[in-house]
């Protein structure tokens, strides 16, 4: 089984840009499907965006739609998060999160769909 590890995080103004990875351990990574999720403070984690297996399909929330951009390396077993134009209201805890089942990528914005998680890595963004 896959485990999975971000990177990435930390403090940055309004406006300016963070790439985060999620780099996947223990076998191939290239047959999962993956997603970004983030988690404000007391909240459920919310679904950011994903991408199939294969990189053949990859589906936004709205809020960060044409801001992040998420893509996938399988040669290095790593999906990349790119944000850019980022806003005090990203601020949060990003998870990524692979699931083995081939489904439909629109499926892939719920956190039911996936069971392998990583433990986070905290973005914060200042005004």
């Known amino acids: 089984q896959v485990t999975l590890k971000e990177s990435g995080g930390g403090l940055v103004q309004a406006g300016e840009s963070l790439r985060l990875s999620c780099v996947g351990t223990g076998r191939t990574f290239e047959t999962y499907g993956v997603g970004w999720f983030r988690q404000f403070p007391g909240k459920e984690p919310e679904f950011v965006a994903a991408i199939s297996w294969g990189a053949f399909k990859t589906l936004y929330a709205d809020s960060v739609k044409g801001r992040f951009t998420i893509s996938r390396e399988d040669a290095k077993n790593t999906v990349y998060l790119q944000m850019s134009s980022l806003k005090p209201e990203d601020m949060a805890v990003y998870y990524c999160?692979?699931?083995?089942?081939?489904?439909?990528?629109?499926?892939?914005?719920?956190?039911?769909?996936?069971?392998?998680w990583g433990r986070g890595t905290q973005v914060t963004v200042s005004s």
């Open positions: 999160a692979a699931t083995e089942t081939r489904v439909e990528v629109c499926s892939m914005l719920s956190r039911f769909e996936y069971n392998i």
